[in-house]
T-cell receptor, first 115, second 115 residues
């Protein structure tokens, strides 16, 4: 089974609107971390936001928030007030345990912000 | 404080040649991770190293690929006798420790093209 599933290959959003990028995960480890990364066309991977499995509140970082629904094993990224510079690939990732060595990445969602 | 530095950004090799990819972690980071991104896919874990030690190489192909992180100098990912299927973006990430809270800092990647 896939550890991370991103079912939206491509998304479009109007500038200044909010958009939700879906991510579901699969693990039997009670301790894990969930991450979102942005990859613009230039290719670098930019860390956006982190959510720990024991965190009681949803993580927020500026215009980014993570809608963490543990029972559903989902960790959707919400981007508020979209900007043209948000157009990029977005990857959801998971790390298992407190000292897991690797990240498991989804296949990504391509977001296009329309002016 | 420079980020994770990878070089070269782009590398072209003929089939059968060797490719050497370099990664200098962020200052103060002693943990290095290599990932490979095939076209239209997410990143896949290859290897995790600390200074002078390979901790986890479960994602490395059994042949032709090797990695090192010497006491002095950058981490090197070496691919011998490259084939067309090795064409991909190779990313290096570093962290100061293993805790889940660390959103690894990724470099900008090396894009290897095998012709």
């Amino acid at each position: 089974a896939q550890k991370i599933t991103q079912t939206q290959p491509g998304m479009f959003v109007q500038e200044k609107e909010a958009v939700t990028l879906d991510c579901t995960y699969d693990t039997s480890d009670p301790s894990y971390g969930l991450f979102w990364y942005k990859q613009p066309s230039s290719g670098e991977m930019i860390f956006l936001i982190y959510q720990g499995s024991y965190d009681q509140q949803n993580a927020t970082e500026g215009r980014y928030s993570l809608n963490f629904q543990k029972a559903r094993k989902s960790a959707n990224l919400v981007i508020s007030a979209s900007q043209l510079g948000d157009s990029a690939m977005y990857f959801c990732a998971m790390r298992e345990g407190n000292t897991g060595n690797q990240f498991y990445f989804g296949t990504g969602t391509s977001l296009t912000v329309i002016p | 404080n420079a980020g994770v530095m990878q070089n070269p950004r782009h590398l072209v090799r003929r089939r059968g040649q060797e490719a050497r990819l370099r990664c200098s972690p962020m200052k103060g980071h002693s943990h290095v991770y290599w990932y490979r991104q095939l076209p239209e896919e997410g990143l896949k874990f290859m290897v995790y190293l600390q200074k002078e030690n390979i901790i986890d190489e479960s994602g490395m192909p059994k042949e032709r690929f090797s990695a090192e992180f010497p006491k002095e100098g950058p981490s090197i990912l070496r691919i011998q006798q490259v084939v067309r299927g090795d064409s991909a973006a190779y990313f290096c990430a570093s962290s100061p420790g293993q805790s889940n809270n660390y959103g690894y800092t990724f470099g900008s990647g090396t894009r290897l093209t095998v012709v």
